[in-house]
């Protein structure tokens, strides 16, 4: 794997304070956020069950798509039926910042393979290889852990039925709140680094790769919701 340390690489060892900045997409502040982490941690104290609540939460409540727009406020996307994956740990991000866990995201280049096959075959062939991809860390027991969230049990079920993947290629999607879960570790080429909101990511990386502007995302967004619920939603029936 490659490392490349630039700016957007934070020393965040003493700084984890640095990570629960508010931002336009990553709102925690808003009600909906805060009420919503707090349903999930059931007045919990305990930071890392309370992060492992907010994981399955996200994993198994909001499920795994690939639309087109990813520029949407935590708040806004958390009730809606079919949002990209992007929305799905921006998320995750604003739900464990509410309860007043640090958080950021991770960002490196994969290999786009494990997306065969799980998104609409015109959306597969015009993505690039390796494709960005990101992922949350939060901050417990004085140490960052990756708890990748993405995939929801259904969809890793039907997908490993289906032979998408094999099941010693990811053997769990579990995660126990001490050890990183890195859902596409053996696809990583490169690490590009850390940041602290999806606002960052997209300011510093995903507009050098010419993603469409966000008015022609959202309008187009519809036929890509379609598209991939209908992929994803027959997947997940095969455990049916």
Known sequence: MKKQHGKNNYDTKDNS???????????YENNIIINKANEISCDMDNEKEIAQ???????????????LNIFQKASTSINQKVID????????????????IP?????????????????PTIMYKKIP???????????????WIACEAIYDIDF???????????EKQLPTIDWNGENDLILLKELIVEDIGIYRNIDDLIENELKKYAYPPRWLCKLFDWTAKIGSSKRTNKIRKINK
């Open 103 to 119: 958080g950021r995201l991770h960002y490196v280049k994969v290999k786009k393979e494990r997306l065969k096959g799980t998104i």
């Open 85 to 100: 994956y992007c929305n799905k740990v921006n998320i995750h991000l604003a739900l464990l910042k509410a309860k007043d």
């Open 129 to 143: 290889d390796p494709i960005g991809h990101f992922y949350c860390e939060c901050y417990i027991n004085k140490k």
């Open 17 to 27: 304070l640095f990570f629960l900045s508010k931002s336009t997409l990553c709102d």
């Open 53 to 67: 609540k907010i994981f399955y939460y996200v994993r198994d409540k909001i499920l795994f798509n690939a639309t």
């Open 156 to 166: 890793y079920s039907g997908m490993i039925n289906k032979g998408i993947i094999r």
